[in-house]
T-cell receptor, first 114, second 114 residues
Framework: DTEVTQTPKHLVMGMTNKKSLKCEQHMGHRAMYWYKQKAKKPPELMFVYSYEKLSINESVPSRFSPECPNSSLLNLHLHALQPEDSALYLCASSQFNGISNEQFFGPGTRLTVL | DAKTTQPPSMDCAEGRAANLPCNHSTISGNEYVYWYRQIHSQGPQYIIHGLKNNETNEMASLIITEDRKSSTLILPHATLRDTAVYYC???????????????FGKGTKLSVIP
C-alpha cells in the first residue's frame, strides 16, 4: 500500500468554525508533513513530524494546530480561520532514513473559508 | 537548499520526447536533484532523483551535466496524461533531522499537445 489518504476532499467552513483535516498512511513512514498550496502557486511547507514529534513549524499561525496521534495518522485542527487561508492542504509522508527519501503525497483537502 | 530556475511553461507534441531543463548553479556537493510533478488538482508525485550520474526509471530519465549546475528531465514519449507542472528541487538526501522537507519553486507547466 503506497497510498496517502486525506479526508475530507472538500471542506467549507465559516471563520468561527472548528474543523479538522485527517491524513493517514500505512507505509510505515515515520516522517509526515503538512503543506499548503494557494491557487497557481507551489506547495509551501507548514509542519513536519518525525517519529510522532513536531520537528518543524514554519512559523504557521496558531489557528492551525497539528497533531500526530500515532505513526499512521496526522491531523490538522483548524480554528478561527480567515478567508485567505482558503487553499489546498496537502499531506505527505516519507521514510525516516530511506535511500530515495521520496515523499508520497495525498490528494489534498480543498478548503474554503467563508 | 540550492535554488533552481526553470522555464515557466513548455509545449510538447504527443508521442515526442519532452525535455525539461533545470538550472541549479549553486548546488552543493552533497545535494541531489529531485523531480516531482503535479497533475492538476492532485498531490505532487515523485518522478526521479540523482546525484551526478544519469538516472533512468520507468517514468523518465534524468541527465545531469558534469559540473552539476544544470539537469534535464526527459519524458521519452509524452502522452496527454503527462500534462502537469514539473518541479525541479535540489536538496540533501540525508538529513540529520531525519525529515526531508521539500522546497518547491515555481516549476514548469508542461502542456502535451495532441
Amino acid at each position: 500500500d503506497t497510498e496517502v489518504t486525506q479526508t475530507p476532499k472538500h471542506l467549507v467552513m465559516g471563520m468561527t468554525n472548528k474543523k479538522s483535516l485527517k491524513c493517514e498512511q500505512h507505509m510505515g513512514h515515520r516522517a509526515m508533513y503538512w503543506y499548503k498550496q494557494k491557487a497557481k502557486k507551489p506547495p509551501e511547507l507548514m509542519f513536519v513530524y518525525s517519529y510522532e514529534k513536531l520537528s518543524i513549524n514554519e512559523s504557521v499561525p496558531s489557528r492551525f494546530s497539528p497533531e500526530c496521534p500515532n505513526s499512521s495518522l496526522l491531523n490538522l485542527h483548524l480554528h478561527a480561520l480567515q478567508p485567505e487561508d482558503s487553499a489546498l492542504y496537502l499531506c505527505a509522508s516519507s521514510q525516516f532514513n530511506g535511500i530515495s527519501n521520496e515523499q508520497f503525497f495525498g490528494p489534498g483537502t480543498r478548503l474554503t473559508v467563508l | 537548499d540550492a535554488k533552481t530556475t526553470q522555464p515557466p511553461s513548455m509545449d510538447c507534441a504527443e508521442g515526442r520526447a519532452a525535455n525539461l531543463p533545470c538550472n541549479h548553479s549553486t548546488i552543493s556537493g552533497n545535494e541531489y536533484v529531485y523531480w516531482y510533478r503535479q497533475i492538476h488538482s492532485q498531490g505532487p508525485q515523485y518522478i526521479i532523483h540523482g546525484l551526478k550520474n544519469n538516472e533512468t526509471n520507468e517514468m523518465a530519465s534524468l541527465i545531469i551535466t558534469e559540473d552539476r549546475k544544470s539537469s534535464t528531465l526527459i519524458l521519452p514519449h509524452a502522452t496527454l496524461r503527462d500534462t502537469a507542472v514539473y518541479y525541479c528541487i535540489v536538496r540533501v538526501a540525508y538529513s540529520g533531522a531525519g525529515s526531508y522537507q521539500l522546497t518547491f519553486g515555481k516549476g514548469t507547466k508542461l502542456s502535451v499537445i495532441p
